[in-house]
């Protein structure tokens, strides 16, 4: 049944979650079952001769797939946030529950933190964008493009609230950009809402900024980093050459 190719597709008759969970024998509470049998599924797919498919079926598969992957962010994170609350990582001998994740999910420390400071800042700022991230309709990148613009910005966070030109407008938005376009979006925002933050981190990467140009055997060995700008200036000067 669950092979069927009008699944990927989303047609008339596709069943729902309350009859998938049935025809597999789950409940809707047996959420480690629920996980296990997604991914025997998606398993299923992976060890797969795909190439026999039709061509329409063949380039939709990839798509499904990603839609997936933001659905099992949205998953995780709030797995992680019920983690959080619930305290009981804390009862193992790790410091933080970053490092529980880290070593209990097989993650480098600086992968576990990027999906615990998504979790919280879907849980505190953004429930929108976790509903549409939940429905696949959203990429995990306009999440944390957008979550990147609130740090250190009360102004920024305090006007998601707002009903034309908040999470809503956002989050709307981010079903119809594209990556690249919801990032210049966001961008804008940004200093649209909190100027000053915007000047400040500015200011910030400027200073931050530092190049060294050595020659070396046979050339010129170039380093460092630059500001956004400064680097498009750059790039712009070397294209010339």
Do not use: C
């Not at 939709?60 to 983690?83: C, D, F, G, I, N």
């Not at 981190?201 to 380093?223: D, F, P």
């Amino acid at each position: 049944m669950y092979d069927d190719p009008r699944l990927l597709h989303g047609a008339a008759g596709t069943p729902d979650t309350a009859t998938v969970l049935s025809d597999l024998g789950l409940s809707a509470t047996d959420v480690i079952g629920i996980v296990r049998a997604a991914s025997a599924l998606l398993g299923h797919i992976a060890t797969q001769d795909l190439h026999a498919l039709p061509s329409a079926l063949l380039t939709e598969l990839p798509v499904a797939v990603e839609q997936h992957s933001r659905v099992v962010e949205a998953a995780r994170a709030r797995a992680l946030s019920a983690v959080e609350a619930d305290g009981t990582w804390a009862l193992n001998p790790h410091r933080s529950v970053r490092g529980w994740y880290a070593e209990t999910a097989g993650l480098t420390p600086a992968q576990a933190g990027r999906h615990i400071a998504r979790s919280r800042v879907l849980r505190e700022h953004l429930p929108g964008f976790g509903a549409e991230l939940a429905a696949g309709r959203v990429p995990v990148a306009a999440v944390d493009a957008l979550a990147a613009t609130l740090k250190g910005s009360p102004a920024r966070t305090e006007a998601l609230a707002d009903e034309v030109a908040g999470e809503s407008f956002l989050a709307d938005a981010a079903t119809r950009l594209s990556a690249g376009d919801f990032r210049t979006l966001t961008a804008q925002w940004a200093a649209t809402v909190d100027p000053e933050a915007q000047e400040r981190a500015w200011r910030e990467s400027i200073e931050r900024q530092e190049v060294t140009l050595a020659a070396t055997l046979g050339g010129w060995h170039l380093a460092g980093w630059l500001a956004h700008e400064t680097g498009l200036v750059l790039r712009t000067a070397l294209g010339a050459v």
